[in-house]
């Protein structure tokens, strides 16, 4: 596939903004692991191979293990999360399919038991982070696998390199 827009370079102030957004959510206080589980989930959802790409690159960088990775589309039939992690990756769904679902207060409920307030609304934007990232790369054909570890880090380099 070959990509279609250069959205950072036509359009530099609306990479700012998500690259504001982004790094609120990095120094929010969300756990990394999270982040990254996150992250994966949406982009697997979403169908974004460029951002499933980078994002089992920064997770194993950071020590993800291969086994949960693997088991991100499934994580529902696997022993390998913790309870957070399981109500994360199900507020995950429910907000990126929020067309759909609604995001109905079993939901709600469910992620109420593992996070505070602050941890819930930071945790909330992570989602939004990446679900925005996902459709501009969909959007606009991001070029798959050319991903570098820790390349998303500033706002100045080329559009194939964020999501």
Known sequence: ????????????????????????????GLDLTLYHLVKLRASYINGCAFCVDMHTKEARAHGETEQRLYAVPVWRETPFFTPR??????????????????????????????FDDAELVNLTLAIVAING?????????????????GANRAPAEPAAQRA
């Open 133 to 149: 990232w996902n459709r501009l790369s969909v959007a606009f054909r991001a070029p798959v696998g050319t991903y570098q570890v």
């Open 85 to 114: 992690e399981r109500a994360a990756l199900a507020w995950t769904e429910t907000v990126t399919r929020v067309g759909e679902t609604g995001v109905p207060d079993e939901s709600y409920e469910q992620v109420r038991a593992e």
């Open 1 to 28: 596939m070959q990509p279609r827009i250069d959205y950072g370079k036509v359009a530099p102030g609306a990479l700012r903004a998500m690259y504001a957004l982004e790094q609120y959510v990095r120094s929010s």
